[in-house]
């Protein structure tokens, strides 16, 4: 149990933190480690509260700065709490693995650099994901690899903001945008999986993007019911180029809202 009141920071080239517990832990305090991995083990549930940061970087090196949360039971991400993993120079890796419910309503990020390759990872056990915060793989300088995997063994629910957009872009006013440095080369959008073996509700705050120079793809399948509630929204916007790929399947049903698609 690490309070709200307590940090731990520790700077090193290459340094690499693993906690292994058979309890199940509670992190609401700032685990921060530059050019370095981060990586959480629990035999149990894990829960990271609202005042939680978990941040791996790669300042100076070339290694591929990772975060990574394993519970064997619940995983809960709580609304506040920020796990990021970034780098100017080369990919970022975030990894999300739940046996149990996983529920992410706090912010996960993967900023990358000028290499291909960053990865947001979510994976939920035999009971269900959740997603009311904000994942983003964001190519911030020449990134156009950046991907997305959320995948669930039962039911999914997705009611945030999934960001995989192209190198030099920004959202603005809910839209992907050119950013202002011209120096930046703008990259094309990247690529966001979402599976469930069953159902696939998309609430009504949720947002989809993988825009970029060229549209990226974009896969939103139920193995039974997808359902998109009014307001949701799926957008890969070619800038420059053309728009991207779509596909949402339900194996059984297929229920769309008053959604907007780009």
């Known amino acids: 149990d690490v309070g709200d009141e307590s940090a731990l920071e520790r700077h090193q080239d290459l340094f690499q933190a693993t906690v292994n517990t058979q309890g199940a832990p509670v992190i609401g305090a700032a685990l921060v480690v530059k050019d370095g991995r981060i990586s959480l083990v629990s035999a149990a549930g894990m829960s990271i509260g609202s005042k939680a940061q978990i941040s791996a970087r790669a300042d100076a090196s070339p290694g591929v700065p990772t975060v990574s949360l394993d519970a064997g039971g619940d995983l809960a991400i709580a609304q506040g709490a920020r796990i990021e993993a970034s780098t100017a120079t080369g990919a970022a890796l975030v990894r999300l693995d739940s046996k149990g419910n996983l529920v992410v309503a706090g912010d996960v990020l993967a900023l990358g650099g000028t290499a291909a390759g960053s990865v947001v990872h979510v994976s939920g056990g035999p009971v269900a994901v959740a997603a009311s915060g904000s994942l983003r793989v964001d190519g911030s300088l020449a990134d156009a ?115 907007k698609l780009d």
């Open 145 to 259: 690899g950046s991907s997305i995997t959320i995948a669930s063994a039962s039911d999914l629910v997705l009611d945030g903001r999934i960001t995989a957009l192209g190198a030099g872009f920004i959202t603005q006013n809910g839209t992907a945008v050119p950013a202002a440095d011209a120096g930046v080369a703008l990259g094309d959008g990247g690529k966001v999986i979402v599976l469930a073996a069953g159902d696939v509700r998309f609430g009504s705050a949720g947002v989809i993007d993988a825009s970029g120079a060229s549209g990226g793809d974009i896969y939103l399948v139920a193995q039974r019911d997808l359902s998109m509630a009014d307001g949701a929204s799926v957008f890969s916007r070619g800038t420059i180029g053309p728009g991207g790929f779509l596909e949402l399947s339900g194996h059984r049903t297929v229920d769309f809202g008053l959604i």
